[in-house]
């Protein structure tokens, strides 16, 4: 009697390991889906703002809930909620300086020049807020613009060196800053100017 006890116990206990490995290896598939899932979403892009600052140069992720990098030297660009639908990498820096208004009475370059990159067309999500810190005009100066610098097409030299022009957009002071607001950038430069009243 004890021996028919024991040998029903130990198929019981048998049967219960084979369950238990059956039970831990459906289990494991199961959570192979979940284990993917938690790595998506940690590479998921930002869905809040990201502000990030720095000094000649600072980049940053920025993804749906958009976000603004500035330079200690000054320029800020704020890309609005909703311009981009995944997450991507941008830098703020300053370029090399332009000679392009140095020449021109008419003008007068404010701040570094900088750029933005890369090229971005914000029009989903409303405009891009690009600024430099000014509390008031100078005497004898008004109508400050944005300058950007646009690819004409035509390669000078050779592979890396391509024609560009200068275009420009209204700002206005605002808050202590002059600021534009565009519906995109090209990546490249950009470059504040100020208008001189006097020789007009």
Do not use: H
Not at 66 to 78: K, N
Not at 121 to 126: C, I, N, S
Not at 172 to 177: F, I, K, N, T
């Amino acid at each position: 009697m004890v021996n028919a006890t024991r040998r029903w116990f130990v198929r019981v206990l048998r049967r219960g390991a084979l369950a238990a490995v059956m039970l831990g290896c459906g289990g494991s598939q199961a959570a192979a889906p979940a284990a993917n899932t938690a790595n998506e979403a940690r590479t998921d892009a930002p869905r809040n703002a990201v502000n990030k600052r720095g000094a000649g140069s600072v980049a940053a992720t920025l993804g749906p809930g958009g976000g603004a990098l500035e330079l200690e030297e000054g320029p800020r660009v704020e890309v609005p909620r909703g311009a981009l639908d995944a997450g991507q990498e941008f830098v703020l820096r300053l370029a090399q300086k332009t000679t392009a208004f140095l020449n021109r009475e008419s003008e007068r370059a404010l701040g570094p020049t900088f750029s933005f990159s890369p090229e971005l067309d914000a029009t989903a999500g409303g405009k891009l807020k690009i600024s430099f810190p000014l509390a008031s005009l100078p005497e004898g100066w008004g109508d400050p613009a944005l300058a950007y610098e646009t690819a004409s097409g035509d390669v000078v030299g050779g592979e890396d060196s391509t024609r560009t022009q200068w275009q420009y957009e209204r700002a206005a002071l605002s808050g202590g800053r002059v600021l534009a607001q565009v519906a995109g950038v090209t990546g490249l430069r950009m470059q504040f100017v100020l208008t001189n009243l006097e020789a007009q």
